[in-house]
């Protein structure tokens, strides 16, 4: 009997300090240097599952391509207004920062909300295509949980509905 009341106040007490370490900031983890546009493509995906991009396959030996594919965000008015759609999109997004807005790139944070674990989100213009490519990556852990993917998907949706 006492082992388990140890074992569950142990629980507690793991689970409380790493809210709190979370609450403090403290797994945002650091923005890469990398980031942005570099001869046309964006940073490739993550060497382990906690990315996704749109430019994966760019990367055929890349150990996560398979797993990092998605679709670009396609448009079809003119490609200022779609980056400035985007724009509004990300803005009503709960957790949701837009760090840097350029012509052709906008890189924006979104962070989770007990722990304040944080993505990286880029978006480029790639106007040959009429379309935005995009990238999300977790900045801390080797797995996402299908979460980066998700979230593009509703940026997706909610572009498309702007």
Do not use: C
Request: proline share 6%; aromatic share 8%.
């Amino acid at each position: 009997m006492k082992i388990l009341s140890f074992a569950i106040l142990f629980f507690f007490v793991v689970a409380a300090t790493v809210l709190a370490v979370g609450q403090l900031g403290l797994l945002r983890g650091r923005m890469p240097e990398d980031l942005g546009i570099h001869n046309g493509r964006l940073k490739p995906p993550s060497l382990t599952p906690n990315s996704v991009s749109s430019q994966a396959d760019l990367y055929p030996n890349h150990p996560q391509r398979d797993y990092a594919r998605i679709d670009p965000i396609r448009f079809s008015d003119e490609p200022e207004k779609a980056m400035q759609r985007l724009e509004k999109t990300l803005r009503s997004m709960d957790r949701v920062e837009v760090v840097k807005h350029e012509t052709d790139y906008l890189y924006a944070q979104a962070s989770t909300p007990l722990l304040k674990f944080t993505d990286d989100m880029e978006f480029w213009l790639d106007r040959q295509g009429n379309a935005i490519q995009i990238r999300s990556a977790s900045r801390l852990g080797g797995k996402d949980f299908n979460v980066n993917r998700q979230r593009m998907e509703t940026i997706r949706a909610q572009f498309a509905k702007n």
